[in-house]
């Protein structure tokens, strides 16, 4: 199975979306002389292969569906899981927070289910690469699995050892530690990661942020910023235009860093851990986000 983000038409072995009535989503891998069984109906696979992305189609009985190439976020929703999967919400902002692009080097610990592993895959091309470390082979057989059918398990080195031990890699861009004591792997990080590197993580608590915000400036972190993301989907009807019943609210706090080289004898040093983001709360012109 393949997910198909260029083509024009779905074809055979292809990932696709089947949107029916009140917007109930359905993700299915085509096979030529397949079957799709709903309580709509059946749809032949046949019907679909070769016909536009965005085109209605019918069940046996008539009940009408559209069929969409499924995006990144679609994707993630219907990874299995083991564990509790990274939203799309928190995954585009650490993205972008953390400078991870085409030729990236990026280093995970926490693999879980594989949701975030997959958008790193997705965004460092065939050029960069992935090495993610989890303590549980089981559950990482899993990310390999729902990799695999994504084809992006080529861009990445799984590997199973506790990160108490340190890593393999050194000089990367990037790390991102999906673990519940980030704190304690500071010093397996610096020793991982090119200074000036992008260190993130995410922590559901306020303990544990205050915790590593402290182990972070011990260790010669800088530009420490801390912050959380709210998405609210409103309904998109013109007459009664509001927001929706539910929201996806609090999935926890991302905090992200820079490794740096302080001259701890100038007083500006002390001044640099401190900085981020949040530094600018007194001054008249607030972050751009």
């Known amino acids: 199975m393949t997910w198909n983000r260029y083509g024009a038409t779905p074809q055979d072995g292809d990932l696709v979306q089947l949107v029916g009535l009140r917007h109930k989503h359905f993700l ?84 879980g289910s594989g949701s975030l592993t997959a958008a790193f895959a997705n965004a460092v091309g065939d050029e960069g690469k992935v090495f993610s470390y989890d303590v549980k082979e089981a559950t990482q057989k899993i990310a390999i699995k729902n990799l695999e059918k994504l084809g992006l398990a080529q861009r990445v080195s799984f590997k199973v050892r506790d990160i108490e031990e340190g ?23 610096r020793a991982a990661m090119k200074t000036g590197g992008f260190f993130g993580t995410l922590l559901p608590t306020y303990n544990q942020v205050a915790t590593l915000i402290n182990a972070l400036r011990q260790a010669d972190f800088g530009f420490i910023d801390v912050c959380e993301i709210f998405l609210r989907y409103f309904k998109a009807e013109p007459q009664r235009l509001r927001p929706t019943d539910r929201m996806v ?36 012109n607030q972050p751009p986000y």
């Open 167 to 189: 890593f393999d890699e050194s000089n990367v861009d990037a790390v991102f530690l999906d673990v519940p004591n980030p704190f304690d792997y500071l010093r397996q990080v």
């Open 28 to 111: 299915i891998t085509l096979k030529t002389g397949g079957e799709f069984q709903t309580h709509r109906g059946v749809i032949k696979h046949d019907d679909l292969i070769g016909k536009p992305w965005g085109s209605q189609v019918f069940s046996h009985n008539g009940s009408p569906f559209f069929i969409l190439q499924p995006s990144f976020s679609d994707l993630l929703k219907y990874t299995p899981r083991a564990t509790q999967i990274m939203y799309p919400k928190d995954i585009g902002f650490i993205l972008l927070s953390m400078g991870i692009g085409v030729g990236s080097t990026v280093l995970e610990a926490g693999t």
């Open 249 to 284: 609210a609090h999935t926890g706090f991302l905090i992200f860093a820079r490794p740096m080289i302080i001259d701890h004898s100038i007083l500006e040093g002390a001044e640099i851990i401190a900085a981020g983001a949040s530094a600018d709360d007194d001054d008249d």
